[in-house]
Every structure is written in C-alpha cells, then in structure tokens.
C-alpha cells in the first residue's frame, strides 16, 4: 500500500478536478440559479486534502487562457475538444477567488498547461529530496511518479507510487510517455498510432522496452504474442513521425521558466472575511459556519461589516446584514428580575417568543425555559426545570406561567417566533391559549423564498444575517448520550435560548421588509400562512382515532400475503433470494431471466427503482411480483405495525405533524405519522383508511375539491372551451374525449375517457409525448396526435403553457392566483434535462400552489365558522392535499356536510364553478 510522507509539498491539478467536478453529483445552484457544484466540488476536494495531509506546502494549479507551445507543435491539438459550458465557465473566477481567500498559491502560466507546472515543481522537489503528493485524475502524470514523487486521486482515495503505476498500467513510470503516445488521444487530439490500444501499447512496451528501443528490434515485433503483431511492424514504420509528434505531445514539460520558487508556495492563513462574503454568495451554508464559528469575536464583526457593504443594494434574495454588535442576556432567577423584564414585555410593541423543552414531541414536551427579545442584543431566558446536580434555584414553572399568561394570552401584544405552533401546543399542555401571534420567521423565509433554504434559525441565521448560531449539539452533545435541556448547565443554556429569541427577532426585522416589497408575499404571509398556526396546532393535538385491533389483523393479513407473494418469486426465480436486495434483483432480472434494462444508475449497473418494475410489470410478470411485494411491504412497515405503537398513551389518539414550510408549492406536508400518503387507488390502501374511526356519537365527514387543478387551469388559461364545460356541470373528461375524438358526449367510450383523463392530468404534470404513450399503453406518435388534438381545441392552455415558460425564464419564478411566489432555480440552467424539468415545473406550480392556497384560505373559512357557533358540531382533525376530513355530531351531519361544502366552494373565487363533495361514515374509508 503506497504512503507518502506527513507532510508533503502538494500539488494541486485544478482544471483536472475543475471538470471532473462539474460532471459529477451534486449539480448544485444558489438561490439566484447560478451553478456552483463544480466550486462545491473542488473546494471539498481541497478541503480534504488539508485536512488529512496538514501540509504547509502546497499550490493549486490552472490551464491558463489562449494557446501552449504545444499548438505551435500541432496545430490540430485540442482542436476537436468543445468549448467549455457557460455555466461551468462562471464557476472559474468565483472558485480562485474562495482558494486564494483559503490562503492557496493559485498558479496559472501562459504558454503551457497545468500538467507542465505541475511537472517541473514536482521534478525541482524530488531533486531537493522533497516529497511531493500531486493531486490529479489525470493518467498522464503517472509519468512524473518516482520514489518522491506520489499521485492521488482525491475522488477515489486512491495513491499511486512507482509499483502502483507498474500495477495499474503493466509498466513503469518511465514507460509511460511512450504508452500513452501509442495509444494518442481522442479528446486531446494527439494522432498515436492507429489502432493500438491499451493491451497493444503495454504488450509491444513489455516486450521490447521503450519506443526508441522498439524501432531498434522491428524485426521482433512480429514475435510478440498480442493480436495484430505480425504486421504491426509495417505500420510502426509507416507512422513513425506521427508517432515521434504523439510523443512530444504527450510528454510533460518539466523545465518550465517560473516566476517563483517552492519556498513561494508556503500556505498562508485563510481570509475568513473574504471566505464568508465568498460562501455566502455560493450559499456553502456549512462552511459559512465554520468560517464564523472559528472566528474569535472581534474577526466576526469584521466579517458581518464587509459582508454588509458588500452586499449594499444588492438582489435582495440573499441579503446578509450586520448582527447587534452587543449582546445584553440576561438570566432570570428572581421575582425582581422577572418583573423587570415583564414591564419590558407589556412596554414592547413586538417580542420573540421561544420556549426549550425536553422534547421535540410536542404532545409528550416539558416546559424547561422560556426566552424573550424585545431589541436586537436584548434578551431574556427564564428556566424553569433545570435538574441536573447542583444547578441553581429557579423560579417555579407554575409561579411563572401563572405571571406571563396574561401577556401570553393578549391578542394585542405582538410576539414573533421560529416555529411557533410547536410553542403553541406546548403551552396549550400547561392550560394556555397563546395569541397575538403575528409573525413566524419560518413562515417569513418560506414565503419569501420556499426553494432559497432550509427554514430552519440556524440556516436562515446564516443566509440572512450572516451569524453562526449555538448549534444544539455544541451544549448538549449528539447521539446515545445527548442531554435534554434539563440537563444542561445553566449558563451554557441560558446563551443558547436568550440567542434563539434574539436571532429570531433580527430575521424578522431583516425578512418582513423584504416580504413587503416582493408583491402580494406580505399578504400571503398574513392572510394565508398566519392565520393557520393556530389551526394546525389544534387539529394535530385533537388527533385521530384508530381501531388498532383492525390494524392488526391488516397486519396479519399483509404478511399473509407478503409470505405468498416471496415463494411465487422464488419459484420463478428457481431459488430463494433477498427481495429487498438490489444486486440479487439485478441479477435475477438482467442476468437471469434478460429483461430488457430500461434506466441505469449512477454507477452503471441495471436499475431496479420502483418506475422501472412498473414499466417492467406491464409486460413480465416477475417484476409485477416483486412491485407488489414492495408496496404490501411498504402499507405494512409504515402503517398497519406503526400506526398502534404510535397511539398516545393518554388520548389514545395518533396524532401527526403538519409542516407548512416544506413543500416548494405551499402544500402542507405531514410526518410522525404521514398520513398523506396513504394509497386510496389500492384495495389495500383504502382498507388502512378503514382503521380511522369515529369516536362514539360521531361520524367521520370527508370534503374534497372536484378537479380543482383542472378548474384551475381553466381560470388561469381562459380557455373558452374548458370554461364552457365547467359552466355546464360536464364531465370534464368525458368532455375532453368528445373534444379530442371528434364525437358527441354520448358517444365517449370508457377508454376514450380514459385515455382523455390521462390527457387532462399528465398535461397539467408537464408529461410527455413519450411518458403518456407509456401510461396509455399506446405508440408514441398516437399519443403525439392525441397532444396535438388537445391543443387544438383547446388553444387557450397552449398559449397559457408558452406564456408561463415565458414569464418564467425571464423572471426566475411564477406565481398563484394568490401571489405565492414560486421561485425555479434551474429555469435557465444550461443543463437541457434540469432546464426542461423546471419548465415542467413553471407550468404545473400555479396550479398546484393555487389549490394549496385555496385549500388553505378553506380551512381558515370553515375554522372561522366553527368558532362561531356555541356548540360547534364538527371537529377538522385531517387535512390529506385537497380534502378536509372532520369527526361530525351523529345527529348534525347532513346540515353539516352542506354547510361545509358551501364554506369550502366559497374559499375563493373562479371564472369556473369551485365544486366540494362530501361524504360520511363510521370511518374514513366510507366517508371519501
């Protein structure tokens, strides 16, 4: 196993790792769509080379721009490589930049390659006794290793000293110009010798030695023992210039005249404040941190102060801005203490508002502290329950909740949080009803921007205000032997909270002026995502009822047939086998049985992904066994085992979490259980939906949107004819099929229905030619002409489609009916795949961020109507996409149903009908 020394001088191929980066995963852009993997890629490869080698060598080099000697030698080298990408050309200036800011000699010399610097440094080191360690992909270099001289390949980890090179290649360092000027090169453009490849070219220089000593023995040529040798000493005579020119080309300069000396190449410290106003740009969120949690105090100013003027009137999507320069936390452990903050709470008009707990469990959290700011810099932590040994006395949890009630349940006292319906529903344990809820960081950030970040403090503390925040992990260790906030100390704690209510406050004063001038983003924020804090902490504590015993038996059954589902399989199979295990799968399905390999993964072998069993599955029927098998697995693991251990022990409910900052089109999302992603389209799935019941004296009542995406499209597009049919009550589908088969209505076919739903659907999810040809089972130009039909009687949702693609690149995003802004990053990507992609998704997100909004703006409208009433008869306990799902009074629900579905039909207004049915039962299967 080749090492190198433990400190070697380290020479860097840039433009090798430049566009080795730029074609590998991930293909990251920034919040501005601006490409930045290649930068992430070699950035993170330097990175790990000064982290595992600490050298105090080192330079990184790159090509320079314009021709090398080598053109003047051969005008046709290189001449066939493309030019180089746009959006890889970009990276070029910002990424010398981060290394220069790293404290990196970046060296570009004109007149020759990066290879030839980095040659003749290597060669002036080994001839001092220096080891040197060049970081390459390139095989070329594998010329320069001798017994100072190592390459490694920093994406493989992979090290190559002399008997690593005669491993690899069949032949020494010292053979290897002559190897590669055997075989030449294609991207290069260097000629060889035609037809000789790898095995030829190691064969002719095992026998005979180099290319001179080859010449010298011709005549023994045509006694090696490789296929071609008996004339291949003809043609070695016959290009013996091309040969002698393809050896030049391929030999590395190592006499290059430099402007410096290795003692120059000495690493000096980093620029932190360059680095930060430079990650920031990139959004390297994660080294952003770093850089600023290795800061001392007086460097981080300076940091925040550049990246403030730096950022002077810039795009206003990524604006870093100075943090108080002071902090003023204080620690509460007194009633005089506490009344002085108080006064200061009732005098404030808006506060940050944050609560620490022992869990993240909002039905299971206890209340440790609570933390307040009413300036930035000034802060307050008020513990509670801290118990570990020796801590200091507090003030008693019930003392203090009793105080901060009445300011916690006044309306007309403004607070601001991040995350607070988590706050919410932990108070609501302690018997309080908080109100007054304006503003929610995470909301603010999700709306302004829902692809730009994460939503979380400690990234948006980063991206908006440039400060690193006291992770979690910092005070209270990770893993097994992490401490719950009880159990950490005091003054470690104390920083931590007072911060969060701090930071809080400082992101909303720097994000709401930003919502203000961005459109209808302030209106959308207030009048859509605020208002449902409340209600979604109120349905997820309600919580649903399940009948676990049903459960059970699903259960049983499941695995019934999971069980009969693995010996069809491996009877087909002729052996029994892993059914969960890719490589067996691949094995049996390509190797064995020669299905056809649709899709390839990353790495090259055959994919056994869920979309290519499917495809599969429609004509083989292995694959179908193994499809079924997976989704059963899947129902049972997910639902009918989890969903009983995940009843609570008090309320004997599950009760879920609903996110509103996730989904990049303003769906709500819920985990712990997701309870929206259970199958309705499957016998199986429907029957887990049999399993959430009505309490007794109850019904479950079930209300859903009737194609409102398609309603949508119809308002947005204006397309006469789709309006016409919603105005008519139609079947839109039936309809769409008269349309597009040229027949009356009643003369629609089941299939022509079919065929025409899969039309209206796959439109609006921006499917293809290609990808409907697959659903319908049809040939590709029938399903074209299909499209094409569409198009033309429905003229209006072409022109829609084109327009929003339009408005889309030049604008960056496309908006709802509302003014949610939906930002798409890869729009005018260069990349033609992820370009189309986002296109796809510039025609779909309106409609779908519009039925978000609209099923929102629903749940306000009938929350808002429940409230009203004395005795509300109803209870909202599920929202699942476009349905609302409630536990009715027995006796109340046919008058609820109806006013229900007027409440939901009223929550906005279209060019077309908005149309809410509703059904009821003893649980939620009968009810949908």
């Keep these: 196993m080749p090492t190198t020394a433990s400190t070697p001088l380290i020479l860097v191929d840039g433009s090798s790792y430049l566009f080795r980066a730029y074609h590998s995963p991930p293909h990251l852009t920034n919040s501005k769509g601006e490409a930045t993997g290649a930068i992430y890629g070699v950035v993170n490869m330097l990175k790990s080379l000064l982290r595992q080698y600490q050298p105090t060598q080192m330079a990184v080099v790159f090509d320079a721009k314009g021709p090398t000697f080598r053109n003047e030698m051969y005008s046709e080298y290189k001449a066939h490589r493309p030019p180089m990408p746009d959006d890889l050309r970009s990276q070029i200036a910002p990424l010398h930049e981060i290394i220069q800011a790293m404290g990196l000699p970046l060296l570009c010399i004109s007149g020759v390659e990066a290879d030839d610097v980095i040659g003749t440094l290597a060669c002036q080191a080994s001839a001092a006794g220096l080891h040197t360690l060049i970081s390459t992909g390139d095989k070329d270099m594998a010329q320069l290793v001798d017994g100072h001289i190592t390459l490694i390949n ?16 069949g032949i020494g360092p010292e053979l290897i110009i002559d190897y590669l000027a055997l075989m030449g090169d294609k991207v290069d453009n260097i000629p060889g010798l035609p037809g000789v490849g790898e095995k030829t070219a190691a064969a002719l220089l095992q026998g005979l030695g180099s290319i001179e000593q080859i010449y010298q023995q011709l005549d023994q040529v045509a006694a090696l023992s490789f296929r071609g040798a008996k004339t291949m000493a003809a043609k070695l005579e016959q290009f013996r210039d091309q040969l002698q020119l393809s050896y030049q080309l391929a030999t590395i300069k190592t006499d290059v005249e430099l402007p410096y000396q290795l003692a120059d190449l000495t690493i000096k410290s980093a620029d932190n404040s360059r680095l930060a106003q430079l990650y920031q740009e990139c959004e390297f969120r994660r080294w952003l941190a770093e850089v600023l949690g290795n800061e001392p105090a007086a460097a981080k100013l300076q940091v925040k102060a550049a990246q403030a003027d730096m950022f002077a009137g810039a795009d206003d999507t990524v604006v870093p801005t100075t943090t108080a320069t002071t902090t003023d936390y204080l620690t509460v452990l007194d009633e005089t203490a506490f009344a002085a903050m108080l006064h200061q709470l009732h005098s404030s008009e808006l506060v940050a508002f944050d609560t620490e707990t022992t869990s993240l469990d909002y039905m299971q959290a206890e209340l440790v502290g609570l933390s307040v700011a009413t300036a930035a810099g000034t802060a307050w932590y008020v513990p509670v329950a801290h118990d570990y040994v020796g801590a200091p006395e507090q003030l008693k949890r019930d003392w203090v909740l009793a105080q901060l009630k009445p300011w916690l349940e006044d309306s007309s006292k403004a607070k601001v949080g991040q995350n607070l319906k988590y706050d919410q529903s932990v108070l609501a344990r302690y018997g309080i009803a908080l109100k007054g809820v304006c503003f929610d960081t995470m909301l603010e950030s999700y709306v302004l921007n829902s692809v730009a970040s994460r939503h979380d403090m400690d990234s948006l503390s980063l991206k908006y205000l440039g400060h690193k925040t006291i992770s979690f992990e910092e005070i209270a260790g990770k893993g097994a032997k992490q401490l719950t906030f009880n159990q950490i100390e005091l003054e470690k704690a104390a920083q931590y909270a007072a911060e969060d209510a701090d930071i809080t406050l400082q992101l909303h004063q720097k994000l709401w002026p930003q919502l203000q001038q961005q459109g209808d983003l302030a209106q959308v924020l207030r009048d859509i995502e605020m208002p449902l804090v409340d209600i979604l902490s109120r349905i997820e504590r309600h919580g649903v009822l399940i009948d676990s015993k049903l459960l059970s038996k699903q259960s049983e059954q499941l695995a019934a047939r999971i069980a009969e589902l693995e010996q069809l399989a491996y009877e087909q199979a002729g052996k029994a086998f892993n059914l969960s295990s890719p490589k067996q799968l691949q094995e049996i399905l390509f190797n064995q049985m020669g299905l056809p390999v649709l899709k390839k993964t990353p790495t090259g072998t055959p994919s056994t992904a869920e979309e290519v069993l499917a495809e599969l599955a429609l004509e083989y029927e292995f694959p179908k066994l193994i499809t079924e098998h997976r989704g059963l697995s899947k129902l049972k693991s997910t639902y009918t085992d989890k969903l009983p251990k995940m009843q609570h022990p008090v309320t004997g409910r599950v009760h879920t979490s609903y996110h509103q900052a996730v989904a990049a089109t303003g769906r709500l999302s819920s985990t712990d259980p997701n309870l929206q992603n259970i199958p309705i389209r499957t016998e199986e799935g429907r029957r887990i939906r049999q399993a959430f019941i009505a309490p007794p004296g109850k019904k479950i009542v079930a209300v859903d949107y009737s194609q409102i995406e398609l309603r949508i499209m119809a308002h947005l597009s204006q397309d006469r004819a789709l309006l016409d049919a919603f105005a008519q009550g139609r079947d839109i589908h039936r309809a769409t099929a008269a349309e597009v088969f040229s027949v009356s209505l009643e003369q629609v076919t089941a299939e022509q229905r079919r065929s ?41 949702v072409l022109d829609y489609m084109e327009r929003t693609r339009k408005q889309a690149h030049e604008q ?50 009938v929350d808002q109507w429940l409230l009203q009433q004395a005795n509300p008869p109803a209870v909202m306990i599920m929202q699942v996409h476009d349905e609302l799902v409630f536990e009715v009074d027995a006796d109340k629900v046919d008058q609820t149903k109806q ?19 509703a059904g009821d039962g003893d649980n939620w299967d009968q009810a949908h």
């Excluded at 920093?154 to 290649?169: H, I, R, S, W, Y």
């Excluded at 990808?771 to 074209?784: C, D, I, P, S, T």
């Excluded at 007027?902 to 049915?917: G, I, K, Y």
């Design 154 to 169: 920093t994406m493989t980890n992979t090290l190559l000293d002399p008997q690593g090179v005669a491993e690899k290649f």
């Design 899 to 917: 006013q229900l579905t007027e409440l939901m039909a009223q929550a906005a207004s279209l060019d077309v009908p908005l149309l809410a049915e």
């Design 812 to 861: 960056g995003y496309v908006e709802t009916l509302f003014g949610r802004r939906l930002y798409l990053p890869d729009i005018n990507a260069q990349n033609m795949m992820r370009r189309k992609g986002a296109e796809r998704a510039a025609i779909n997100a309106p409609m779908q961020g519009t039925a978000a909004d609209i099923i929102k703006k629903a749940m306000i409208k």
């Design 756 to 796: 025409a739903k899969a039309v209206n659907f796959g439109l609006i999810y921006g499917m293809s030619a290609f990808g409907l040809a697959k659903q319908l089972g049809v040939g590709r130009n029938e399903a074209q002409q299909y499209v094409d039909r569409y198009f033309e009687r429905f003229p209006g």
